[in-house]
């Protein structure tokens, strides 16, 4: 197992669940301080994680022997951070538009009647060719 990759796989996870569920986050009571920087707090985070990465939850029954301190654990796996600095400093995910979001230049007009279908170049015709009498 590589310990770095699976840092960076905590990290994009925890930054991602944090993203998509900040509106309710930021206002529940799970926040601390620790060693200078604001986030919520250890347990919180590695019982998230446990769900999030299957790796994490087969590997925290080897860590909690060696360290019971939620801190500790969360600082070694690289995760002692501020998640709304980290998302700050991060650039912005494009996000996908549902169909009503769309400019309207985008849209297509109802009454549009879509060309005949071919396949690839190298493929013959879906429709068969009409031969002319002659």
């Known amino acids: 197992m590589n310990t770095e990759q699976l840092r960076q796989t905590l990290r994009q996870k925890w930054l991602d669940y944090y993203r998509e569920n900040r509106s309710w986050l930021v206002r529940l009571g799970v926040w601390v301080t620790c060693q200078g920087q604001r986030r919520p707090s250890s347990s919180f985070i590695l019982a998230t ?29 690289g995760l002692n ?44 015709r879906i429709r068969p060719q009409h031969k002319v009498r002659t």
């Open 49 to 77: 994680l446990a769900i999030l990465e299957p790796q994490l939850s087969q590997l925290l029954p080897l860590v909690v022997d060696l360290s019971s301190n939620p801190d500790r654990i969360v600082a070694a796996l």
């Open 81 to 124: 951070f501020n998640p709304d600095e980290a998302l700050e400093a991060l650039p912005e995910k494009p996000r996908m538009l549902k169909g009503s979001q769309l400019p309207a230049e985008f849209k297509l007009d109802p009454s549009h009647q879509p060309l005949p279908r071919e396949m690839d170049e190298s493929c013959a």
